[in-house]
């Protein structure tokens, strides 16, 4: 049995941010949706696909900071071109020419993008997208799928707390993957539909994974071709680790409007709103802006990161160390006698228990004992794979995943 870790330092630093910042950590990093204890609640540092946490206690991160680590963490390619950057400047008063390079490098990379723009957040060019698609059909009606998650703002913000209703009177809910709702959300209101906004699959916290059904989004983009709406990729989460042309590309589907963040920067801070030709007057005419939107240190490391990505095959690494984990999963739960559910693609795997039903008790026994014991899963989250991943990462997790499993045994 390895040794358990501690977390001593974690737990005074979260007393010492319970009184100066709300919740002390908030959002998905909030040690509030896990089980207090059984994690850590600060990082310290982070290399490769290694973290350390506050208390000097070494992780192999599945979670890639929520998703932006694509490659691996302080990437000696990606932090060479922010140093770079750097010496330069960052924010200043007129953009850098790195923003055109990475609009030039995404438009290149992407089928029917002829422009991006760029912001910081996936919420920022979610939103921002359904502005576009609006002025450009002078329709206001948005179709989304129920309890999707597009960021926070108050139009999709899943805990309504504190947004009127009235941010939502514009948007209609459908059920994920039902083709027959769409159409006959389309038949009765087709003329008021400024867009559908999806993700490539359904990957919402606290359910299951879903793969789009066979011909759900190619019926989404058809109906949207024939209604006159837009069809928008929400491809925060997923971007980078399916298809570099975007996600929805692997189901042959070309979306008009294309939002990336997480991995688009290698976890610097940087989110890109892509379009076609037909939305170019619409996405100059909406006015969007930020401070730090075209702070040039993000695009020299997104520029760095979408060429090492596709220069050294990350996709098909992380789908192959991907398939090494869920499958060595699969087995070692079988042989401890638990029924594990794996879904999701294999660089962004979901687990859960069989035996949990709708609850997580068995996983957040199970993550919480893998943290302790070295490795960082997520009990309501999806994972994510990172280049960084090598065999002997994923071995390693398994070792210590037998050890989950049998605190899941005993714990039952
Ligand atoms: N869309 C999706 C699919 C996401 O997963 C997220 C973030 N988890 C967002 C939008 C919002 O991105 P951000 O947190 O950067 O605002």
Redesign the pocket.
Known sequence: MSTEYGYGESDSWFARAERVIPGGIY??QSPGLLTRGEYPSFTHSAEGCHLRDIDGNRYIDFLCG??PIVLGYNHPVVEKAVERQRKLGDTMTLPSVRSVELAEQLVGMTPSADWAMFA?????V?TWALAIARKATGRDLVVMAEH?????HGWCNGITAGFPDSDRTTIRPVNWNDSAELEAVFDGQGENIAAVIL?PFR?EAFEDSVMPADGYLERARALCTQHGALLIS?????GFRLDMGGSMQKWGVTPDLL?Y??ALANGHPL?ALLGTEALREAARQVFVTGTFFLGAVSIAASLATLTEIGATGAIDHMHAMGLRLCEGLAERADTAGLEIRLSGPPSLPYMRFAEDGDGFNRNRVFCGAAARRGVLFHPHHNWFLMAAHQKEDIDEALTVADEAFAAVKDAF
């Open positions: 959002g998905h929520y998703g910081k957040n996936g919420s920022d979610c999707a998650y597009h960021g926070v993700t990957h929400d491809d925060v989460r997923t939002c963040s997480k989110s």
